[in-house]
């Protein structure tokens, strides 16, 4: 088949770069260790080609890094060999560790897995700087910000591309939130499959290869295509350099040569195209499906991912960063273990929720072992910090940990061990005012740690006011004599009951439960009330892990017809909580053939929790769901009634926003789907008021045109991939996957905020991330102990507490701390954590609004110097002209913050701040 070009001109030649590579899905429909008898055959073969063709001259590793860390473990004697190849570029690798879903995980995740990628990659020899993502479901806003701050200025990718495709070329511009950023783009218009198991006959093989030619040229940019030889899980095809001498012989107007992604845009840039620039996130399904039910198929990883995330990147990073500088010991390794465990679930078919129940089981035990070890570094350093205050003699305190950069309040629980002398106590704040608080309960420990101390502890909760940022505040406990109790009065009184009543209320809300468990929500600063908040609706899912596939004859059930119990739960004075329950009838599963769902009928018993705080203007909730049924959609609703015609939801480091209404589809491969994605929360306004929703792991949202909030708590299918959906083509194996029906007990943490304008002006995102970070506590105990409030008191095993101190510091912290803070608070911190080469602590913030504001950092001691890095913790020559500069011997560091713009900074602290030493009297 020749070449069809109009134009035979020898400096009109088309050039084609062939890149031999395999896609390879570390686990799918098969665990990580049955895919790794396959990896090890394929390397060896790869190799073996390599010594033996010196013509073969590379193989593209899918640009990750873990397939050579997963192989050498069980073939280390080829160390030597392998690093060869990956020296000469040979073997291609990086600059990712994994290749993540994009929407699904933070966006430090995408950092560290760059950060760690980039860096395996240069041990072993030689690292890609291309940002290749061939199979993740959709395109991220920031990823050109995220590649560029890596040092990484090209993009490869392939699904995500909807209408604005008839548009754009196979290259163009790509460019980031903030305006600014670009990267060269490669869209593989015909996957990243497009050259796939070329056939051994040579005549075969050209005619193939020339189709593929003829079908990439016409959406190209230049003379210059891409053709991809590889597909998931393949080997190396030893003949690919015949075939490509062949097709050079055959056609003199073709020049084809083994190569890399690199080389291809190589050539791109040398043809000086003239290039489309596009801004924003891809989620069209136009050419290639996005799969849009993955961000709901089970739920449960995604909150641990969640909350993993936030142990790692809030708590344990920051405050190990700042334990280090003030005892020069730091958790660098074992931090970096736990992001490991967390990256490792984050490939696309993991942390989606589309593999077979094995994978994900393992990916519970990593998370788990994720968290065990940053758990215990926090501990470990909060106690540090917390025994370092300068507390008076007695030193029996409880001292609250804010992680953000802007002093916050909210309710916070801890555990008191009370001494033996009395049960009685009360908390003092550091100006000496007693601070109300409420017992949650007294429980006994089979152990204690001294004799002064019995075995009795109290759960109780009170309000931290004006924690500082980045930071904590100090609350001594005052052990009461018995005279005084009578006194003290109410502050020491239990905040539990059962008694009855349907409404709680503080200074922005008034929450009442209706009779069928809804609430009606008035919103005291607009004077808007919204009615039949917080409705549980369930529908059929025939679907699969991929898709949700409501059936053709479809039944809906919610609360609305039912009748709940109400009651007073919890009365304050931190807390004012709810506790509604009742009992949902749903079909037990779908029928046979797929139409409707069954007519029989189980209970799923529905228990939540709605609970206000004072000066907080947020409404949270916890919900627990039974769920004995299957094949079905679970969803949580807020009929706002705004009318308008946009969503925002946040992504990593972006806030994005999104035309409620739907494109139209024509010709999609897969029917766009109202459903999207979200970190964290959604948000609808009218300019006048609004309603933001926020969550802790519940990704998928979707907004209807009446102004319902659609949040997915559930989706329960039994199949990996079905046959026959209304929403795409197979997409994998028709493999049963009884794990995504999420059977048992299942348990929802998420929060309404309502408020005058948008979620910018009111700032609803500053208590969307409240909500989603709760503070921690220490008690600290006569200066020798200190005790991480919920996670040391374990009955019949504690032995002893984590950290010891000296009684007396030669340099103690105050009552009151901020490490950092920056302003203003539309500036989000997003890491803290000790520098890679241990120069210093990494500081990243980010702009989270549209608006251009000057940034001020400031920290708690003179930095002896603060420089402008990019995202690899590299020093930046242009800082200049990116609003920022380096700055020596600073308390303050002012710089420019354009919208959505992410900065890094380092922080080279003072030697005598690194040497303040302990006493060891």
């Known amino acids: 088949m020749p070449i069809k070009d109009k134009t035979t001109h020898a400096s009109k030649k088309l050039r084609a770069i062939l890149v031999p590579h395999t896609h390879w899905d570390r686990e799918w429909y098969s665990p990580f260790q049955v895919f790794r008898t396959r990896l090890v055959k394929m390397m060896d073969s790869l190799l073996s080609i390599l010594a033996n063709d010196p013509k073969f001259t590379c193989f593209t590793m899918d640009g990750q890094v873990i397939p050579v860390e997963d192989y050498l473990e069980v073939r ?43 860096r395996l990659a240069e041990n072993y020899g030689k690292v890609s700087k291309v940002g290749y993502m061939p199979d993740a479901f959709g395109q991220i806003a920031q990823m050109p910000q995220i590649l560029k701050g890596c040092g990484i200025d090209t993009a490869i990718f392939t699904r995500g591309v909807g209408d604005e495709g008839e548009k754009l070329k196979s290259e163009f511009m790509w460019r980031a939130p ?36 003829n079908l990439l040229k016409n959406k190209a940019t230049t003379r210059n295509v891409l053709l991809m030889n590889g597909n998931d899980h393949v080997e190396a095809q030893p003949h690919i350099p015949k075939v490509v001498e062949n097709v050079n012989k055959a056609f003199p107007d073709v020049d084809v040569k083994i190569g890399t992604f690199s080389d291809y845009f190589q050539l791109v840039k040398a043809g000086n195209p003239s290039l489309q620039t596009y801004e924003g996130e891809f989620r069209g399904s136009k050419y290639e499906a996005v799969l849009t039910g993955v961000t709901s198929a089970r739920t449960y990883l995604k909150q641990t991912n969640a909350e993993t995330e936030t142990l790692l990147e ?25 992001w490991k465990y967390v990256l490792q679930c984050h490939p696309h078919d993991s942390i989606c929720g589309c593999g077979i129940d094995t994978i994900h089981d393992e990916m519970m035990t990593r998370f788990a072992s994720a968290q065990e070890l940053a758990g215990a570094v926090l501990k470990n350093d909060l106690c540090l910090i917390a025994s370092m205050i300068n507390l008076d003699r007695s030193g029996y305190a409880i001292v609250v940990f804010n992680p953000l950069n802007w002093s916050r309040t909210d309710a916070v629980k801890t555990t008191i061990f009370a001494r033996k002398s009395t049960d009685e106590f009360e908390l003092i704040d550091t100006d000496g005012k007693p601070v109300p608080m409420g017992i949650l309960s007294e429980r006994t ?119 709940a119990e109400v009651k007073l739960f919890e009365m304050g004075p931190a807390r004012f909580t709810l506790r509604v329950e009742y009992e949902l009838q749903l079909p037990a599963n779908a029928t046979v053939d797929r139409k409707t769902r069954s007519s029989q009928l189980v209970p799923c018993h529905v228990t939540y929790y709605v609970s206000l705080c004072p000066k907080v203007p947020r409404v949270d909730f916890k919900l627990e769901f039974n769920n004995n049924a299957k094949e079905h959609r679970l969803r949580i609703l807020f009929p706002t009634a705004i009318a308008c015609d946009h969503v925002y939801a946040d992504q990593a480091f972006h806030v994005i926003k999104r035309p409620i209404a739907m494109p139209q589809g024509k010709n999609w491969l897969e029917p766009p789907a109202p459903t999207h994605a979200m970190q ?13 929703v926020s969550t802790r ?85 006569d200066h ?60 990243r913030t980010y702009n989270t ?66 040497k303040r030493k302990r006493s060891t009297k």
């Open 178 to 213: 903030d305006g600014q950023t670009s990267v060269l783009t490669h869209w593989l218009v015909c996957h990243y499959a497009n050259l796939k198991n070329v056939s051994t006959n040579m005549s075969s093989a050209l005619g193939y290869t020339t189709q593929a030619i």
């Open 697 to 781: 792991g519940l990704m998928e949202y979707e907004v209807t045109k009446d102004g319902t909030i659609a949040v997915t708590l559930l989706r329960c299918v039994g199949m990996l991939s079905q046959e026959k959906l209304s929403t795409r083509p197979v997409a994998g194996p028709l493999i049963p996957t009884p794990g995504a029906q999420c059977q048992g007990k299942r348990f929802f943490d998420y929060s309404v905020i309502t408020h005058k304008g948008t979620w910018e002006s009111s700032k609803a995102y500053l208590q969307a991330m409240q909500h989603k970070i709760p503070m921690k506590t220490a008690q600290v105990v």
């Open 76 to 118: 280390p004697e080829r160390e030597q060999e392998l690093r060869k190849y990956v020296r000469e570029g040979r073997i291609v690798i990086g600059p990712s560790y994994i290749l993540p879903d994009n929407f699904l995980v933070s966006g430090e995740a995408h950092i560290r897995n760059l950060l760690l990628g980039m």
């Open 680 to 692: 964290s929360f959604v948000s609808l306004s009218d300019g006048q008021k609004g309603v933001t």
């Open 445 to 563: 420990i089979g152990r204690t740690y001294s004799a002064d101390y019995h075995e009795k502890v109290f759960d109780i909760s009170f309000l931290a006011e004006g924690v500082p940022a980045c930071g904590y505040k100090t609350y001594r406990i005052r052990p009461l004599a018995k005279e005084e109790v009578e006194q003290i009065g109410g502050r020491r009184g239990s905040s539990l009951s059962s008694r009855e009543g349907n409404t709680i209320e503080n200074e922005y809300v008034k929450v009442q439960v209706n009779e069928n468990g809804s609430i009606t929500l008035t919103d005291k600063t607009t004077g808007t009330t919204h009615n039949d908040f917080n409705t549980l609706e369930d529908g059929g899912d025939v679907g699969d892990e991929y898709n949700y596939d409501p059936p053709r004859e479809e039944r809906l059930f919610s609360n609305k017809n039912l009748k």
């Open 314 to 338: 809030r708590w344990a990073e920051p405050f190990d960063a700042w334990a280090w500088s003030l005892s020069e010991k730091h958790n660098h390794g074992l931090i970096w273990q736990a």
């Open 849 to 914: 609004t549209n608006e251009k504001v000057t940034g001020m950092l400031r920290f708690a001691t003179r930095m002896k110097e603060v420089v402008p890095v990019n995202m690899r913790e590299e020093p930046i020559t242009d800082s200049k002209k990116q609003g920022h500069e380096g700055h020596t011997n600073a308390e303050e560091v002012p710089f420019e913050a354009h919208p959505f713009r992410v900065h890094t900074f380092r922080l080279i602290l003072p030697s005598a701040y690194l």
């Open 784 to 843: 020798e102990f200190a005790i991480l409030g919920d996670q040391a008191i374990i009955p019949g095993e504690f032995t002893e507490p984590v950290s010891k101190a000296a009684v007396s510091l030669s340099n103690p912290l105050p009552l009151n701390h901020s490490f950092l803070s920056v302003e203003p608070d539309n500036i989000i911190i997003s890491a803290i954590k000790r520098a890679e080469d241990g120069s210093g602590i990494v500081v």
